[in-house]
């Protein structure tokens, strides 16, 4: 203090005050006030009342760190979820059109996947040359073809069903290829594809198509700038927000921090390295080994995942749903790869509807009142004519078999009509 007390009686006085243990005289500050919780800025593209629900979760939950030590947390599906388009596809594009995947050793593509059928092994290994040291996809077409239509549509050009023998609920092969084939390059390097494709795909003008191969595929990406607003807004509330995404990991770390959301916060399918290179062969979660390549982060993977690297999980109690303490707040996803993370948020769930049968099912039947539904915010969806066929076939089951959707205690979710479009 600058200044003197004139007495003991004096000095007890400014202590107490200062402890707010007697009022303070007329001079005396008033006590500051929390500071407000933050809303989101953007309106414009949200349905119905979710803008407000979404800023009645982030007041609600805001406080959450100071009260009880722990930030909430907040999880996104990368691809038309935060952006338009699909980040993966844009980066294999990129890979093709500039020579940038290797041929497997040997040229055996099995090693490239344990699910790729011996037929689709044999289809790209008599389209793509074997002594070179990356393939010349650029310029010739019929590799590229090969390679596209395995990665795109799970088949040969011929037809043949590409990829076999995995459970349906914890990873889709043709996602993982996408990794797998960065096989002999360094993170560094694969991140540095990813950002080539990014300045590519967002300046290309909105609607943009680019040439693979023989055939004219998907130039463009473009941020929500709806989710990157969520995003920042849950940020500013003290919200852990983590990105949980079935492209590479190289390639969402590059994207994610375009929303301001750091690598160490993201989740993607992660390759095993050897010598500081990428392989072919995965890292595992739950009960699933490092190398087993079975357990993406796709559907009930996401879960583990999830569970695994945010929550601290370990063993098989990563695939299980964990007490509501240890699961996320909040979640949105776009898609049924998607399902079981935004089914274990406790607060609220956020769907944008691009027409996906198992997600809309149990987003519109909305069971416990969590779940919004927004339409996508660019190019949104048209109203789906029929119902989702809930009842019937809404569900795919792990051996690939359409289901009926069911409920927690096993009755069936019947037909959902499409409302929000």
Request: neutral net charge.
């Given at each position: ?71 909430p947390v907040a999880v996104f599906d990368w691809d038309n979820t935060v952006v338009k388009n699909d980040v993966g596809d844009a980066t294999f594009f990129w890979l093709l ?325």
């Amino acid at each position: 203090m600058n200044h003197r007390l004139r007495t003991s009686a004096a000095a007890a006085a400014l202590v107490l005050a200062v402890a707010g243990l007697v009022t303070a005289g007329p001079a005396q500050a008033k006590p500051r006030k929390p500071a407000e919780c933050p809303t989101l800025t953007v309106s414009d593209g949200w349905h119905g009342d979710n803008k407000a629900r979404i800023d009645a979760l982030i007041a609600e939950h805001c406080g959450d760190r100071a009260k009880t030590g722990r930030k909430p947390v907040a999880v996104f599906d990368w691809d038309n979820t935060v952006v338009k388009n699909d980040v993966g596809d844009a980066t294999f594009f990129w890979l093709l059109r500039n020579d940038r995947v290797r041929p497997p050793r040997g040229g055996d593509w099995s090693t490239t996947s344990r699910h790729l059928t011996p037929e689709a092994a044999a289809a790209l290994g008599d389209a793509c040359p074997t002594s070179v040291r990356t393939l010349p996809t650029s310029t010739d077409t019929r590799c590229a073809d090969e390679l596209l239509s395995v990665y795109g549509s799970g088949t040969t050009i011929g037809g043949k069903t590409a990829f076999a023998g995995y459970d349906h609920r914890r990873t889709e092969p043709q996602y993982a290829w996408l990794a797998q084939l960065l096989h002999g390059w360094t993170t560094r390097q694969a991140e540095s594809f990813a950002a080539a494709a990014r300045a590519e795909n967002l300046a290309a003008p909105q609607g943009a198509t680019q040439q693979v191969g023989s055939s004219k595929v998907t130039g463009w990406v473009r941020y929500y700038e709806q989710q990157r607003d969520l995003i920042h807004t849950l940020q500013a509330a003290g919200f852990d927000v983590r990105i949980v995404s079935a492209s590479p990991e190289p390639v969402v770390d590059v994207w994610a921090k375009g929303v301001g959301v750091d690598p160490s916060h993201t989740l993607g399918i992660r390759n095993t390295t050897e010598h500081g290179r990428l392989t072919s062969h995965l890292k595992g979660c739950g009960t699933v080994r490092d190398g087993e390549d079975t357990m993406i982060t796709y559907i009930d993977g996401k879960r583990c995942w999830i569970n695994q690297e945010i929550f601290g999980v370990r063993g098989p109690a990563a695939e299980r749903v964990q007490p509501a303490a240890r699961r996320q707040v909040f979640a949105a996803g776009d898609s049924d790869t998607d399902i079981s993370f935004l089914r274990d948020a406790t607060g609220l769930r956020l769907v944008l509807n691009r027409n996906k049968n198992e997600l809309m099912c149990r987003a519109y039947e909305n069971g416990d009142g969590r779940w919004i539904v927004n339409p996508m915010f660019i190019e949104p969806k048209k109203q789906k004519a029929a119902p989702y066929p809930c009842a019937t076939t809404g569900y795919t089951a792990g051996d690939g078999t359409a289901q009926p959707v069911r409920r927690t205690d096993g009755s069936v979710v019947p037909d959902q009509p499409d409302t929000v479009f």
